[in-house]
């Protein structure tokens, strides 16, 4: 008995010294995270931004972030606070709007029904519908749209977006917006493509599951997805509440604008609450990443089965917006070299909300805010990344000095049909620049032949051409080093007509454009899409007179077509000329009658002028 103390006590001391040990490294690894923030690519000796730096930079009111490290939360904290008038401080159990991540949580739900022989997966969708049918047309002749479909974003539906609702709106039914019938602002919900061909990030699509889901359980949505996932997963604070109960709204953070006003109302509600529809906290998310990794280990009996989650993070196919990621049933994949990553981001208005976490190596990140800067949850996790080691996650490299042989041999202009990048130097550095962009970027030699961008992890490597005598700029693929894009190096060139627009001389652009489309109307600068995405590229940028200038020489060269009106009328919205976005939106709903989003957005322009009127007198 007296040697059996000591040892006891030995016992115990070890575990107290281990527990102190392990809550030192977690505190540590914390300071690391929030001192760590760091640009897509980092050159060693680059110095780092802190969380708060970065929230003042971006003007960010509130964060909320859970780390998962070996298949566990190490830490949940909050920063910052749920709004800018009562201060009061973001904790673990403020509920932010979770957005798209609403997406993989349905999933699970439905994936849940198929897995108690409910429905199937590749049964036509309206076989479970009772309330509203999926309208048949030419599209679905042949495939019907699946819950595989609408699940993985191949059903064929194209409408990329259900907007939200403020608080003192009409909101609309889910049938009503499924049907585009007052007050949803929405058209109706329809396939546009051949289900099972392409990939096309659609909300609608979700809202179609939620009402299949309504219609096979009989329950109000929430409350399914109460039953079939957050109780069994211990997500329990979370809710599809839409809106939410006065109890809830206590806990919620408000939503900010990126120019720091408060979201009307605090938040919005949105009824497809498949899609967009979840206010949770980062650690309750936490659980949903966990149980995902644990389960496809063989680790979990909780939750949905081993088999469907493994079809869950199975990719289809790549997105039409985003070649890097792959999508499976609700949640996104990305390969970082050998290494994968589950992925799931999005925003809702005043809030953005991002999940990280490798597949199969028990690590990850969730990063949730009240204002909508993608930026600065992708420097979260990145500083996550670096502190915890993730596997090729942040590319580290070691600058080296280029001689200014090398330097002279690549500063020039580069080009292709669609795409012209000039590379210079200045101040004894060298620098590249896409001459649609405001800023050049730094252009730092890794190794003999390849150069990187702190912005992006694509590859640079510029490679002579002996037989035509000339240099290529080749960017290259991270993962594999294949060829993603090369340019061609012009020591002779003509201006193009995009820099006239750049030079702010719309007349000499127009007719450069005019000419172009005459000598070659299928060149890529000059088709419809293209100069709808120029101008909504300087619309998101807030370079509003090259926005301006973009969709005027569109409707100058395509004065038939409904969208080009439409984007103007919105970019003359933007800036506040409401007379010449009445006028435009007008000739959009005349060359289209059934412009649903021309025709809200005029009745929206003719009211506010009406009360302006009224004001006056």
Known sequence: MKNIIPVLLIIILFQSCKEKSTIKTTIDLIKKVENGLTTPVYI????????????????????????????????????????????????????????????????????KLVEQNKVSLDENINSYLKSWKLPDNEFTKEKKATIRNLLNQSAGITLHEIQGYSTNSDIPTLIQILNGTSPAKNVPIIVNQVPDESIHISTPSYGV????????????????????????????????????????????????????????GKSYTYPVMASKGLWTT???IAKFIINIQQTLKGNSSKGLSKELTELMVTPYGKSSYDSWF???????????????????????????AEIMAHRDKG????????????????????????????????????????????????TGRYETDDRIVEVFQKDNQLFTKNILDEKAEELIKVSDSIFVKRNTSRLIQFKLDSENETVNLLYLDRNDGTIAASLVKRNNYN????????????????????????????????????LNELGYRFFHENRMTLSLNAFKVNMMLYP???????????????VGDNNQAIINYTKSIALNPENKNASVKLKELQKSEQNKQKEKI
């Open 495 to 530: 201006k193009r007509p995009v820099e006239f627009l750049l030079e702010g001389d719309f007349e000499k652009a127009l007719n450069a454009y005019s000419d172009l489309k005459e000598q070659n109307p299928t060149h890529p600068t000059v088709t419809e899409d293209y």
């Open 209 to 264: 599951i939620q009402q299949m889901m309504i219609d096979v359980v009989g329950k109000k949505f929430p409350e399914i997805m109460n039953d079939l996932v957050l109780q069994p997963l211990e997500m329990s604070n979370s809710t599809f509440n839409q809106p939410l109960t006065k109890e809830q709204l206590e806990k919620a953070a408000t939503g900010y604008l990126d120019d720091g006003s408060i979201v009307k």
């Open 560 to 574: 038939d077509s409904f969208k080009v009106y439409d984007s103007y009328g919105e970019a003359c919205m933007k």
């Open 326 to 352: 792959q999508y499976g049933l609700g949640i996104q994949q990305l390969a970082k070299k050998d290494d994968l990553y589950l992925r799931h981001w999005g925003w809702n208005r005043g809030f953005y």
């Open 44 to 111: 060693v000796g680059d110095s780092t931004w802190s969380i708060e730096e970065r929230m003042k930079h971006y003007g960010i009111p509130g964060v909320s972030i859970a780390v998962i490290h070996n298949g566990k939360i190490v830490w949940t904290k909050g920063y910052g606070v749920t709004n800018k008038e009562s201060n009061t401080p973001v904790t673990e159990q403020t509920l932010f709007q979770a957005a798209l991540i609403s997406m993989p949580v349905t999933s699970y739900g439905a994936l």
């Open 282 to 284: 980062a650690e309750d």
């Open 363 to 410: 690590y990850g990140v969730v990063v949730l805010t009240n204002s909508t800067f993608p930026a600065f949850n992708a420097e979260v996790i990145r500083a996550v990344a670096r502190a915890y080691q993730w596997d090729n996650y942040v590319p580290e490299y070691k600058k080296i000095e280029i001689e200014q042989r090398q330097i002279d041999q690549i």
